[in-house]
């Protein structure tokens, strides 16, 4: 999300005015085409096990426009779209197509239609070649049974020169790099002859060259006739591109209006819709002593193709009751510095680890936990909790091993450990025997985070903390961070989330593909200075050279 | 509805109670208008026969609550009835007794000096009860290291004179009871290793450790598919018949070997940590990982548990059937991944519990009672085996209910609520034929 409070407004980049993209190569002329309607989905509502995800949403396409959808993280554009492409075939409303009302039992549904989908998260396999996953399931055959490769890879070959890229059918995967694997993920949407593309958030893993080429394919494809609906967390970037928006914000539509009828500052209001939440804690607490210190942090890891350096020299140094935010793209080695400092890293680590000063080797999660240090993963669901388990058990897992003795558990101290993390952290549930995975996504983080709090850590490593949470419990969780400092522990914070990232730091250590790119102070933070060090290739971005 | 999950949860239960009613219904009568099935002689006959599929598949669950399989259950109890009747019916070194005494030794000092380092830090954490939750307590080497090492010492000494002074002669029934269940320790211990450290897939290395062990077993009896005959009183200690005998005239022998294990690790489930970590580490072993668990050494300890069961479970065969084979086991590591599943424990890991392997290997075993006094073809036998499996198992994983739930809104068209399980085609309204696809061909 590339927005930031109004209170924040003194910090105004001194780039990117609202009329910034009247030069942008491509998009004159083309600002008074309207083409007819191909999609109307009117009053969408959709809720997840009683959240609602959306409600009452109006929504419609044109042929050949770029329409983008924006709206903070839980606003609910996945919903919006996996609905629109059939992923959720359950919700109220109603979706017209050319007229007709359709309603599709599923993706491959969705396809026949001509609507495609392109995840955020790449839906390609990693082994096979780029011509076989372009048909994956829809293979030609030769005389029904035996697979036409010679046919599969000149089709391909046809389909990557429409796009005008230079990738070899024959190559697998793997081999390929993000960008180019998501422009196989647009050939293969053309295959399938594809009326609507979805594109969910396409550059977020992109570096600026390839965000460039992405663009003029996108632009091209809608001069073709193709309707596209597109998100992106860069504003700038949906400013350039789009024909039209839509921003919702809790579910709700907000907005539609042309481009040219809005301004930067009017998206980011109408996302935001309120201020942002103010920093609790004041002034950034200094003076506590140096609980962390990491110095010249290395990683290497094994991939299918040889050794690859995944850190290259990370350091810094983390105080008492002080938050450090780290920001950077996916994949540029956020997770990895907080799993190496939390051992459990694959592959070999290098550099120097210090706890309050004194030098230590975290081989496994238990050396970290002995140590104090504790991790709470990105992936709550997968790797941070056991959702078929209680509340409780969930809770006391780290801890029953030292509130033991002889091995026999103390299930008195285990409730009472429960207890009193469910009232600390006010997580909303019936009692600590109900399951975890009945609670919603805001809870079920307090959980993980309070299963660690229980273990008296000095250091908290929180990795993307509110992923797929709502609003509301952003906040609470935003409010227990401070609190947490407050209290003198070490926080880490990886988030994906600019204005989170801005507002929880006292100090943004920013990654780039590996390296350390900077290391900046509350003050200097900025929106468009951390984007400038997260971008790989050079220190721009493609509508720097733009405008 | 709250009466359905009662009923829901003791289904298991009601299952046993089930057969039960059947066996007595349909069972014969003796010539003196005796129930048979429900004769005492033959429920004991039921215990006693299933108890040796019963101590492995204990061992079993256990492996699977962790997500694991140990398919060398059978050779590995195979083996351990060659060790077994070669310890009781030949004296000097044999290729048995070169194995069992070092095993047995080394055995008994790492037991030893795990058991006295547990017992001190269990004290030390007694005293030093404010020290927090996170803090481990570490040991000074006194007693982290040197007197557990100290004690192991001794008692490996004793073991060694024990077992070494039984060599000259035969060896009795305590000997046995010591020395076989060591050896088979040892080789579950090594699928622990293989697993844990060498990182192999558990149904790998037990399937590597299964092949490997029924010919360690051959070798070791000396010849191929060797029976080694136990003739007690003749060949071998008189004593041994105690293992086949009945405790105090009212359980078998083997039964009470079986039901202690039951009891035993039934209550390390409930009541300890290791317990508590099988569980999590077969629910989620990755977040398991994360918790500061160390997987690693509960995973070795549950394989080294199976194998040791394995090992009992051949010296009570041995007892049982008066004779030691490799292949005594053939078959049986699936007669027990059986039981444990028709006790309601995943095969996933992560949940179950040995109440319900109890009840699978008396399930299993009435039933094959019950078609035996039926004078059932055991041929058919097999085939309603296979049919408990299936039928028990689609009960227990409610994969009926989910295909009742299904039928059921299949039925009824405007049904369904997002909770549902299910998600049901809707109909495609649009005519599919407008948005015509392009031949492959022209897909350029």
Redesign the interface.
Known sequence: METRSGAAGGREAPRAPPDHRAASVGRIGRGTESGRVVLVAERISK???GVTALRDVDFDLRRGEVHALMGENGAGKSTLMKILAGVH??YEGVIQ??G???????VR?AE???VAIIHQELNLVPELSVADNI?LG?E?LIAGTLIDGR?IVR?AE??L??LGVNIDPRSRIAELRIGEQQLVEIAKA????T?ILIMDEPTSALSSSECETLFKIVRQLADDGVAIIYTSHRIEEVLDLADRVTVLRDGRRVVTAPIGELSRAAIISAMVGREMAANHRGTAAKSGSVVLTVNNLTLDTLTGRGWRRALHGVSFQLRQGEILGIGGLLGSGRTEILESI?G?ARGWRGGAIAIEGRVVDIE???D???L?VA?V?EDRK????????SIC?NVA?????????????AFARETA?ADDVVRRLSVRCAGIDQLVSTLSGGNQQKIVIG?WL????RILLLDEPTRGIDVGAKQEIYELIFKLAGQGLGIVVVTSEMPELLLLSDRVLVMCEGHQTGLLQRGNATQETVMRLAAPGMATHPWDTAS | MKALRALSRTKLYWGLLIICLIGALASPHSSSGNNIFLSYGNLTDVLRQVSITGLVATGMTMVILLGGIDLSVGSVMGFSTIICAMLLTKSGWTAASIMGVPAATAVGFFAVAFLAR??FS?LA??RDDSA?????IALEPWRGIWIPALLGLVAATAIAWFTVSQVPTKFGVLGVLLVTPCVALLLGSLNGVLIVAGRLQPFIATLAMMVSALGIGRLTAGQDNAVVAVYTGTNATEAFEVLRSMLWGVVPMPSVFFLAAIVLFGAILR????G?YA??IG??V?????????VAQVQFTAYLLSGLLAGIAGVLFVAQYRQGKPDAGAGLELDAIAAVVIGGTSLMG??GSLAGTFVGVLIFGLLSDILQLQNIDSNVQLVMKGLIIVCTVLVQEQNLGQLVARWRFRSSPQA?S??GSV?P????????A??A??D??E??
């Open positions: 809720s997840f096990a075939t359950r197509m050319e007709h009302p359709v309603s599709f039992g599923g549904d026949g239609a001509g048909f829809r030609p046919r089709a046809r389909l020169r429409r053309l295959s399938l002859d009326r939390f459990v496994s999660s238990a970290a936990y002995r104090g991790l993963t997968e790797r941070g909790l056991h959702l078929a388990e058990n897992l780290p801890s029953i091993g030292a509130m033991s003795r002889f091995g026999l558990r450990l299963k229980a273990t008296e850590p | 547990f017992v269990g954490r007694g927090g939750r996170r803090r481990e009541f300890t940590t290791f508590r569980y999590a629910g989620n990755e977040a398991a990982k994360l918790s500061g668990i160390k992560g949940r369904g997002e909770t998600e085609n809707r109909p495609l309204s649009a005519p599919k407008q948005f696809r392009e492959l061909n897909a350029s």
